[in-house]
T-cell receptor
């Protein structure tokens, strides 16, 4: 069975550009969440989607947006890239939402470098 | 607000020995889940073990066990019979049952297994 897949794995962008990151959850999972992990820190929550609706948003500027498609895959978009957006972006897939015991399975991440 | 504290930036352990990675948490939610993830240099977050706030027994998964002390709000990870492949970053995380149902991560502990 395929796990969580993210694309691309690596990306280099210039300041001011736009980027789209993609995530396909585990088959049957309806919840996708996005995390940003800056070097040397733990992942920080950006968005959560369940059944194609946004269920939560972390403390990130409006330059960050996301959506979930009918097949439960998801895109994370970042506009007007800043150097500080350089990070590992992780997508997590869960079968449920709103329950503390819900396990989250992560993809391998997209490493974004802004120059 | 939820908070996870990992006070050990780095730990060393000899091969075949046991090691304990510390994690304390803070939440006002009576229902929550505690997770440990392993992150090798490749970046992928690998789920290791889960403990629910209402679970009476400590969770175990192979060589991993979670020492859950609810009154102290601690959820330490014990790795028995360490292997060279256990060298990685280890993150403690908590999921609440709030609207976002997000994962809150600690800052991680880098474990180095030596011969």
């Amino acid at each position: 069975d395929a796990g969580v897949t993210q694309s691309p794995t690596h990306l280099i962008k210039t300041r001011g550009q736009h980027v789209t990151l993609r995530c396909s959850p585990i088959s049957g999972h309806k919840s996708v969440s996005w995390y940003q992990q800056v070097l040397g820190q733990g992942p920080q929550f950006i968005f959560q989607y369940y059944e194609k609706e946004e269920r939560g948003r972390g403390n990130f500027p409006d330059r960050f947006s996301a959506r979930q498609f009918p097949n439960y895959s998801s895109e994370l978009n970042v506009n007007a890239l800043l150097l500080g957006d350089s990070a590992l972006y992780l997508c997590a897939s869960s079968a449920r939402w709103g329950q503390g015991n819900t396990e989250a399975f992560f993809g391998q991440g997209t490493r974004l470098t802004v120059v | 607000a939820q908070k996870i504290t990992q006070t050990q930036p780095g730990m060393f352990v000899q091969e075949k020995e046991a090691v304990t990675l510390d994690c304390t948490y803070d939440t006002s939610d009576p229902s929550y889940g505690l997770f440990w993830y392993k992150q090798p240099s490749s970046g992928e977050m690998i789920f290791l073990i889960y403990q629910g706030s209402y679970d009476q027994q400590n969770a175990t998964e192979g060589r991993y066990s979670l020492n859950f002390q609810k009154a102290r709000k601690s959820a330490n990870l014990v790795i028995s019979a360490s292997q060279l492949g256990d060298s990685a970053m280890y993150f403690c995380a908590m999921r609440d049952t709030g609207t976002a149902s997000k994962l809150t991560f600690g800052t991680g502990t880098r474990l180095q297994v030596t011969l």
